[in-house]
């Protein structure tokens, strides 16, 4: 198998005011789609597309299809590389949530903790990786797209680099941003980029 590019593309901002958001499914805002033009743009210029996939949900789907759309590339869209599904804290706030679960985010992966009536950390992470799995048997190409969501990315940077979560989280994709590894079955990925969006 030859090499190939892997970018994961982060979507652009949202109204979030401050809330958890996991399956809620937001629109980007103004500053969102400049911040994933912006990074589209610069994605392509780095080398040419041949693949897109993407999560369902329309702050990642509908920038997908358009773009699938203009450069005629083949687009999966598939609900594995959706955000994890927070349950009860959907579009809680992220502040109170720390007050009433210190240390969150390091226990759901760590599978100490489950949101009430959401997706365990390890249900979420079996999911992407199977849906990344599937895809990469089908796409075609050297440099393939993947828009999707913040627990996404790292849950596939972890897995991709052989790294825990908690130092994957470390290499944050801000919203409109990305990262590009470079992959060759068989041997660890290697981290080429991770770039913020450009737009202010």
Same mark, same amino acid.
């Given at each position: 198998?030859?090499?190939?590019?892997?970018? @994961?593309?982060?979507?652009?901002?949202?109204?979030?005011?401050?809330?958890?958001?996991?399956?809620?499914?937001?629109?980007?805002?103004? &500053?969102? #789609?400049?911040?994933?033009?912006?990074?589209?743009?610069?994605?392509?210029?780095?080398?040419? !597309?041949?693949?897109?996939?993407?999560?369902?949900?329309?702050?990642?789907?509908? /920038?997908?299809?358009?773009?699938?759309? #203009?450069?005629?590339?083949? @687009?999966?869209?598939?609900?594995?590389?959706?955000?994890?599904? /927070?349950?009860?804290?959907?579009?809680?706030?992220?502040?109170?949530?720390? $007050?009433?679960?210190?240390?969150?985010?390091?226990? =759901?992966?760590?599978?100490?903790?489950?949101?009430?009536?959401?997706?365990?950390?390890?249900?979420?992470?079996?999911?992407? =990786?199977?849906?990344?799995?599937?895809?990469?048997?089908?796409?075609?190409?050297?440099?393939?797209? @993947?828009?999707?969501?913040?627990? !996404?990315?790292? &849950?596939?940077?972890?897995?991709?680099?052989?790294?825990? /979560?908690? !130092?994957?989280?470390?290499? &944050?994709?801000?919203?409109?941003?990305?990262? $590009?590894?470079?992959?060759?079955?068989?041997?660890?990925?290697?981290?080429?980029? =991770?770039?913020?969006?450009?737009?202010?």
């Amino acid at each position: 198998m030859n090499p190939y590019t892997l970018t @994961l593309l982060r979507h652009g901002e949202i109204d979030h005011d401050g809330r958890l958001i996991g399956s809620s499914d937001l629109p980007l805002n103004a &500053t969102g #789609h400049i911040q994933m033009a912006q990074s589209w743009q610069r994605i392509c210029a780095l080398a040419p !597309v041949t693949a897109m996939a993407s999560s369902p949900l329309q702050r990642c789907r509908e /920038f997908a299809v358009r773009h699938a759309l #203009h450069g005629s590339l083949t @687009l999966k869209v598939d609900p594995r590389f959706a955000e994890m599904d /927070f349950g009860d804290w959907d579009c809680m706030d992220v502040q109170v949530l720390a $007050q009433r679960y210190p240390d969150w985010r390091a226990k =759901l992966a760590a599978g100490e903790l489950t949101p009430p009536g959401g997706e365990p950390y390890e249900a979420f992470r079996t999911r992407v =990786l199977a849906g990344l799995s599937e895809w990469m048997t089908t796409a075609n190409g050297s440099h393939r797209v @993947l828009v999707t969501h913040g627990g !996404v990315i790292t &849950t596939l940077l972890a897995e991709l680099l052989g790294a825990d /979560f908690s !130092v994957a989280k470390l290499m &944050t994709v801000q919203r409109g941003g990305f990262a $590009q590894l470079s992959i060759l079955e068989g041997h660890p990925a290697y981290l080429m980029r =991770l770039e913020a969006p450009c737009a202010d």
